[in-house]
């Protein structure tokens, strides 16, 4: 090394100056990490600045201090500015934020969203704005907050021929359905008890009704498979109708109610789905409790895979926002948001509807009582449909069987629905709620044979 290069001042960081659209509970969080972290991306030789953010009320005492930061109504001035080198759209909505966000893209800047709705939504109009500009658009938050899973799909497993990913992704109906499970209290009640403590958006159908579980599952189906399916394609159940009895019955069976958000490849096509459905008791999602967010992956090369972290709150999403920053400051940004390795000729096609599907199934039944629960398997065995348990549950209004089939096709199950209304001692309609787990025979005979160290019938320790 030449005397004249040792005397050579390291280079000035180059400096991001960052526009950020929205300053509410994700945007502060973002504030707090930039100044948090202001002296490591100096050292490591960049700086993020913040210097415009849009917001609705410019009254608003916000947790932050904002000094030196412009402070502006107008989002898509932000996006237009000559002055904003990276843009964080953390406002939400499909309208004005997306077409802020694809005015950055267009204009060349990067785009860094926490906006599932809008993504999931319009991710072909970000994709096409950010191919005429030359510019990307990340968004890890957006999907489990903090959990890395788009980074996972990006870049560790770029090539990988994705076959499942499912998880637990929704934190609000997970708090709800453990609170219903532990308490005994019904789904009122732990909307109620969700909804005061701040879990559930301020509109709180967009979790009980799955929504927001399908706007994220949209994202991370076209991570995964390079399919974008938008949320209103997507078939989509909430836990509005899970009852206590169900809670119950579930419990005595060894199973656990869950959200369940899923899309796989079948037979070439690609199914994606979001329900509630049991799972049971040993399996991974299973324990994710509250607010916990839990995403499995399968794929023939690596098997299987599993995260699991917070799925939301100020600082773990504001952090997955801040490292998509990071990304696109050190000249990894545009890697980071493509649809992982060009996998097109795996992809699948879009459409397996559940109907065309084949699971396990839980059907509740209201009945006269436990004794006639012979005659209902007898009339499900008759149509080919085998009963692998059984349990029973009473309230007030009566007693109710539960019990898990054997794998039947969807529709084909739908159509013996509306005949078993009519068997002796049924009271009133079935209902049924998918297992997570289509080898649930194989469990059953397991668990028996670990437990009484031979294949004995199920039924025996079910309780009827
Ligand atoms: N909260 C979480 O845990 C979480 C997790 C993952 C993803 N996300 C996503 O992150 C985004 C932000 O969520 P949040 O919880 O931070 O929401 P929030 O607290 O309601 O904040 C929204 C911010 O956007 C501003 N805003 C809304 N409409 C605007 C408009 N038309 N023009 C200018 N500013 C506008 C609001 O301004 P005012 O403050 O003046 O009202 C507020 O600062 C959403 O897309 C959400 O889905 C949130």
Redesign the pocket.
């Known amino acids: 090394m030449t005397a004249a290069t040792t005397s050579l001042k390291p280079a000035a960081p180059r400096t991001w100056r960052v526009g950020m659209?929205?300053?509410?509970?994700?945007?502060q969080g973002v504030v707090k990490l930039f100044n948090k972290h202001r002296e490591d991306f100096k050292r490591n030789g960049f700086d993020l600045q913040l210097t415009q953010v849009?917001?609705?009320?410019g009254k608003?005492t916000r947790d932050v201090d904002l000094a030196g930061v412009k402070v502006t109504?107008d989002?898509l001035a932000v996006a237009k500015s000559p002055d904003v080198d990276m843009l964080i759209e953390?406002?939400?909505?499909n309208t004005?934020a997306v077409e802020a966000a694809c005015v950055a893209l267009s204009r060349g800047v990067p785009v860094i969203s926490?906006?599932?709705?809008g993504l999931a939504r319009s991710l072909t109009r970000y994709l096409e704005a950010g191919k005429a500009g030359n510019a990307s658009v990340a968004f890890e938050?957006?999907c489990a907050?903090h959990i890395p899973i788009i980074e996972a799909l990006d870049r560790s497993l770029a090539c990988e021929e994705i076959s499942l990913i499912k998880g637990v992704i929704n934190g609000s109906t997970n708090y709800i359905l453990t609170l219903m499970e532990r308490s005994g209290c019904d789904f009122a009640e732990a909307l109620a008890d969700a909804s005061a403590k701040g879990f559930t958006e301020a509109d709180p159908s967009l979790d009980v009704d799955g929504i927001d579980a399908a706007e994220k599952l949209s994202l991370l189906a076209y991570k995964a498979f390079g399919v974008h399916t938008p949320p209103d394609q997507i078939h989509t159940e909430g836990i509005r109708n899970i009852s206590r009895e169900d809670m119950e019955l579930a419990r005595q069976l060894g199973h656990r109610i869950k959200l369940i958000a899923s899309a796989r490849r079948v037979d070439g096509q690609l199914s994606v789905s979001v329900h509630p459905a049991l799972v049971h008791v040993g399996e991974l999602l299973a324990d994710v409790d509250s607010e916990f967010n839990a995403i499995i992956l399968e794929g023939p090369a690596f098997k299987e895979l599993t995260f699991l972290g917070k799925g939301?709150?100020?600082l773990p999403?504001a952090s997955a926002v801040l490292n998509d920053c990071i990304k696109f400051a050190r000249g990894m940004g545009n890697a980071a948001a493509l649809p992982g390795f060009n996998k097109s000729a795996h992809a699948p096609t879009p459409g397996a509807r559940t109907t065309a599907l084949s699971f396990c199934y839980f059907l509740r039944l209201p009945v006269i009582s436990a004794g006639v629960v012979d005659g209902i398997a007898a009339f499900l065995e008759q149509q080919n449909v085998k009963v692998l348990s059984r349990a029973v549950a009473k309230n007030q209004s009566g007693e109710f069987l539960g019990l898990i089939t054997d794998v039947v096709k969807e529709s084909r199950l739908q159509h013996l629905l509306r005949t078993l209304s009519r068997v002796d001692g049924v009271t009133g309609d079935a209902s049924f709620i998918r297992l997570d787990k289509d080898n649930y025979r194989e469990i059953v005979e397991l668990e028996q044979r670990a437990y009484f160290g031979t294949s004995l019938q199920r039924e025996s320790r079910a309780g009827v």
């Not at 849009?54 to 009320?57: K, L, S």
């Not at 926490?114 to 709705?117: E, F, L, S, T, W």
């Open positions: 659209l929205g300053c509410g509970v994700v945007g849009a917001v609705r009320d608003k109504l989002p953390v406002m939400g909505g004005s926490a906006n599932k709705a938050a957006a907050a939301a709150g100020q999403t």
